[in-house]
């Protein structure tokens, strides 16, 4: 669908990949505007996706049916309050900052405005992403799909039953690229010293990790299953699983991802907490 005048607020390194979707998806480029402080981010984003780009929030902000707000958790609330003066009435709000409610944004923007909470993670910066949305009372059906579709020009777009589950996300999957990065690493690392060499370990190792996601997204069983199929009694594969488990494997994640969501309510009192 076409989502209407979009209007980015930060160009980094997420905006730029929500904006390369957008225009891959059909989204006009004269509806995408991008506002940013840095004239090389502005120029760049102009020159390759053909956006309008501007330095002040104002010149922007009028008539746009959607902001997305793709600055740093630090910088929310000064943004946020930047906005309120001049926010658009029927305008959606959507925020991609990690650990901000909804009532904090609410109260900075001293209005009962649409706002859609998303938590999206690094792999959407190659369109591989997987994202959180949450929505306050005052969005729309309308506004729903418009968020999910900016969204899902990278990746999937999951809606939550409550933010308080939002917490759990940033573990899982906000977090969770880097848990993998560490297995990777990890195998990598025991492969070298059985012998192989870096490169030959590293490809087998990145290949195998993408075949084993590609089985689970395009199968209907659990992993736990495919995991069982894949493990012949007395082979190879039972063997290292054993280790694993014998490790504590399954305790390690646990306490993980509870250390994770428990930082990640921790982040948002901090973040949500006024200041002059």
């Known amino acids: ?21 957008l225009v891959a998806d059909g989204q006009s480029a004269e509806q995408i505007h991008v506002v940013d402080k840095q004239p090389e981010v502005l120029t760049n984003l102009q020159q390759k996706y053909a956006v309008q780009v501007h330095d002040e929030i104002s010149a922007a902000l009028s008539d746009a049916d959607v902001v997305v707000l793709a600055v740093k958790p630090q910088q929310m609330q000064d943004v946020i309050k930047s906005l309120a003066p ?13 650990g901000i409610r909804l009532e ?9 405005a649409a706002i859609v909470r998303a938590m999206p993670n690094t792999p959407s910066l190659v369109q591989a ?28 777009a999951i809606w939550l039953e409550t933010e308080s589950k939002m917490d759990a996300v940033t573990a899982l999957s906000g977090s ?15 492969a070298i010293e059985l012998g192989l060499t870096q490169e030959t370990a590293r490809m087998l190792c990145l290949e195998t990790a993408f075949g084993a996601a590609k089985m689970a997204l395009e ?7 495919l995991r069982q199929q894949v493990t012949s009694p007395g082979g190879t594969t039972e063997r290292a699983i054993h280790e694993l488990e014998d ?30």
């Open 219 to 225: 199968s209907d069983l659990p992993v736990a299953t």
């Open 86 to 98: 001049t926010w658009p009435e029927k305008a959606l709000l959507i925020s991609i900052a990690a």
């Open 1 to 21: 669908m076409n989502t209407g005048k979009i209007v980015f607020i930060g160009g980094g390194n997420m905006a730029r990949s929500l904006i390369g979707g």
């Open 129 to 156: 992403g997987a994202t959180a949305l949450f929505a306050n009372e005052n969005v729309t059906d309308t506004q729903k799909e418009q968020a999910e579709a900016i969204l899902r020009a990278v990746g999937i």
């Open 176 to 190: 969770g690229p880097a848990y993998f990065f560490l297995v990777m690493e990890a195998m990598e690392n025991a």
């Open 247 to 276: 490790g504590g494997l399954h305790g390690l994640f646990e306490n993980a991802l509870v250390a994770a969501a428990l930082r990640a309510r921790e982040l948002g009192t901090q973040l949500g907490q006024d200041h002059d």
């Open 104 to 112: 904090d944004m609410s109260r900075w923007l001293q209005q009962p």
